[in-house]
């Protein structure tokens, strides 16, 4: 027996707009909690991020399988109230709107735990909830930029962000795990908390390798693009043809069973220039025309043999065309309004029937306005 609607009972009330907490909300909707997506009356701005599924996003649909959708306008008493009910048998309330911006109209943690004792509420933010950089708008890219990591990505001549969106997913990930850590809190002490999570927190502890290489070693690595600052050889080589295979050597006892077994140059384990990876690094051009000299006599597929078989850590340069048939890529299929759209499976294996359907705008509005009315 495996995981499956763990949470199930639960519900979550998600006030959530473009990636971080709807990417929460779908973990929490695929552990089996009951997920409302509280919108405006115009929807999420992410459902028109593209028309691919017949005039929907494909982008919303990764993002909002298995949620009901209801859309609302908290300048209307009758939605104003229609919130507070929902919140008063709510176990989680989630969202990414403006710091400060719910408490002031009286959802803040506190009072609405003056009804609804065991609610745990989740806030994610750009900056934290307070201080001169609450208010600024944070999207990915910015964070990227903010906390260092389009510094240490690209090559020397330039800096790069990262291609996805990783400090709203990161962050996404990171609220799941602490909304499951109050759960459990909650389940000791019948009470709930506040969570805030800022993406900016995030990707600062992600930065820890950098950050205390500068503190400590001398100053952060390098933008050096595929290849590693401190470790060598860690990075693209060249094969016969078009193609690159990426390789990781971490000590040096691999490096001689690469030379012997791989580079069928067995001398070179114990050549002063290579004996140890500080110098390695130091003599990475040699290192690498060597290395390129021996892998440019085979096609991919001989010299991944060859890596594989000498147990040495390698893997293949994909195109995203390349991980869309790979033979590892699982999975999901979302419905959207009729339409099938596949996308990679969520990385952790859940057993029995998963939730699919992805919700039109305020498609459960009626029904979630008369179960929660009075």
């Known amino acids: 027996m495996g995981l499956h609607q763990e949470l199930s009972g639960l519900l979550v009330v998600s006030m959530e707009q473009a990636v971080a907490a709807p990417y929460c909300g779908l973990m929490l909707a695929d552990a089996g909690a009951r997920v409302i997506k509280v919108e405006r009356k115009e929807g999420d701005f992410a459902r028109g991020y593209d028309r691919g599924a ?26 104003e109230t229609l919130l507070r009910s929902m919140l008063k048998k709510a176990d989680v309330f989630l969202h990414n709107i403006a710091p ?23 806030e994610i933010n750009g900056y934290g909830s307070s201080g001169p950089s609450a208010r600024k708008k944070a999207y990915d890219f910015l964070v990227q930029a903010e906390s260092g990591i389009c510094a240490i990505n690209g090559t020397r001549e330039q800096p790069a962000r990262v291609g996805i969106s990783i400090c709203d997913i990161a962050s996404g990930q990171t609220a799941f795990s602490s909304i499951l850590r109050a759960l459990i809190q909650r389940g000791r002490t019948g009470t709930g908390i506040d969570i805030s999570i800022a993406m900016f927190d995030v990707m600062a ?36 043809g078009d193609g690159q295979i990426l390789i990781a050597i971490q ?17 070179l384990g114990q050549d002063g220039r290579f004996v140890n990876n500080t110098e390695r690094v130091r003599n990475r051009d040699v290192m690498d025309e060597i290395i390129n000299a021996v892998f440019g006599r085979y096609d991919i597929d001989e010299i991944t043999q060859l890596l594989d078989n000498a147990q040495i850590a390698n893997g293949r340069l ?3 065309e390349d991980l869309s048939g790979h033979a590892l890529i699982r999975n999901q299929v979302a419905d959207f309004d009729g339409v099938e759209v596949n996308l990679a499976d969520l990385p952790v294996v859940t057993d029995g029937a998963r939730p699919t359907v992805v919700p039109v705008l305020d498609q459960h509005g009626p029904s979630i306005r008369k179960e929660f009315s009075g």
């Open 251 to 267: 000590s040096d006892r691999e490096w001689c069973i690469f030379c012997d077994a791989v580079l069928g140059q067995p001398e």
């Open 318 to 320: 994909s195109s995203v």
């Open 205 to 240: 502890d992600f930065m820890n390798f950098p950050l205390l290489a500068h503190r400590y070693l001398g100053g952060a690595p390098e933008r050096m693009g595929l290849t590693h600052a401190l470790i060598a050889p860690y990075g693209a080589y060249r094969v016969k």
């Open 54 to 79: 017949n005039g929907n996003s494909v982008f919303f649909s990764w993002l909002n399988r298995g949620k009901e959708s209801v859309a609302i306008d908290l300048n209307a008493d009758d939605d």
């Open 100 to 122: 400060g911006a719910l408490a002031r109209r009286g959802f803040g943690g506190d009072a609405l735990r003056e009804h609804n004792p065991g609610l745990i509420t989740c």
